[in-house]
């Protein structure tokens, strides 16, 4: 547990409600627009092997050597620091080399510069990697991360990097927390990427470590998508304290193969933004059939009778409710 001594209290500052009125905050700029500013925290959290690494070390290096991916810009190139717990320094090579090709726009001279890697497996065996539950180790990274003058650290992953006996506990999650804050105080964001639980459906341990995060993106695994199809998952926004924007709607995300030989990733409608467009639509009565409907939502008709399905067996609209929005007669509005 982190103490404070008479001499940091000495050094603790305040200011009256006309000073803080009076005062000229700095913008904080766009790290990744429209959901990361300077500053700023978000936990990425998804179950193994859908992809979350791919997406944290594609983050790192739109940020680093700026461009747009899966819909969001980095406006301009910026330091980052990447700190990996587990994977071998050959294994992020060939990740990064891979996915560099998949920012559009992106300055790979930039990125060279500006990504800084403290990798687990890049140290001597003798050599103690940081343990973020502990102060000393919190103070290495901030170190790391100003001397390197970075804006954004990612932390890949929380297993990997803080030694917790039970992350269940919520005062377990207190270093980390007290970590993060120290981070927000120096003015550097940060991504903190982290495991899902047993059922997948949510992050890993305490509701604690949520307090401190302006954006926590989940993602789950696509319908019908085998483990072994790669890295595909639906990314869906679980805090976002910023104003809503097409940027930071629920996505379906996949990392495809080129005929270059590269990758690139694809993303369109998550189901749920694309259920509620249907159900918005159905309900307006604007609509005789279920092909119109679909028509007009630039949907496969099969797409449509299997959203309504699922909307159906999720209680969201009754099949009778359905068919009543549906101005037409006939089994068109049924399945096709």
């Not at 930039?110 to 343990?131: C, E, H, M, Y």
């Not at 009565?285 to 959203?307: H, I, N, Y």
């Amino acid at each position: 547990m982190t103490t404070m001594t008479t001499a940091q209290h000495a050094l603790l500052r305040t200011m009256t409600l006309a000073q803080l009125l009076a005062h000229d905050f700095p913008p904080r700029e766009d790290l990744v627009a429209p959901w990361l500013r300077q500053g700023e925290s978000a936990m990425l959290w998804a179950p193994p092997g859908l992809g979350k690494t791919m997406l944290a070390l594609t983050l790192a290096l739109a940020v680093a050597g700026g461009g747009t991916v899966l819909g969001w810009t980095s406006p301009k190139p910026r330091p980052v620091l990447y700190l990996d717990g587990e994977m071998h320094a050959q294994d992020l090579r060939d990740r990064l080399a891979m996915l560099t090709g998949t920012v559009e726009g992106l300055d790979a001279a930039a990125a060279g510069r500006n990504l800084t890697i403290l990798s687990r497996q890049g140290q001597k065996a003798d050599v103690r990697f940081p343990d973020l539950t502990k102060e000393a180790d919190q103070g290495e990274v901030l170190k790391q991360a100003a001397s390197t003058n970075a804006d954004l650290v990612i932390l890949d992953n929380f297993s990997t990097l803080a030694e917790v006996a039970d992350e269940n506990e919520a005062a377990a999650m207190s270093p980390v927390l007290t970590f993060l804050l120290r981070m927000k105080q120096a003015g550097r964001a940060a991504i903190l990427v982290h495991h899902s639980d047993k059922t997948g459906s949510n992050y890993r341990g305490s509701s604690k470590l949520a307090t401190t995060f302006e954006v926590i993106i989940g993602l789950s695994r696509l319908d019908g998508r085998a483990a072994g199809e790669g890295a595909g998952f639906e990314l869906k926004w679980g805090k976002y304290r910023g104003k809503p924007t097409a940027g930071t709607r629920d996505i379906e995300v996949t990392l495809e193969g080129t005929p270059e030989g590269g990758v690139k990733w694809d993303h369109r409608p998550g189901s749920g933004a694309e259920m509620a467009a249907l159900l918005d639509a159905a309900r307006s009565g604007r609509f005789r059939t279920q092909r119109e409907l679909a028509a007009s939502l630039q949907m496969d008709p099969a797409k449509v009778s299997r959203l309504r399905a699922r909307a159906v067996g999720k209680g969201e609209i009754s099949k009778a409710e359905w068919e009543a929005c549906m101005t037409g007669e006939g089994a068109d509005n049924r399945d096709f």
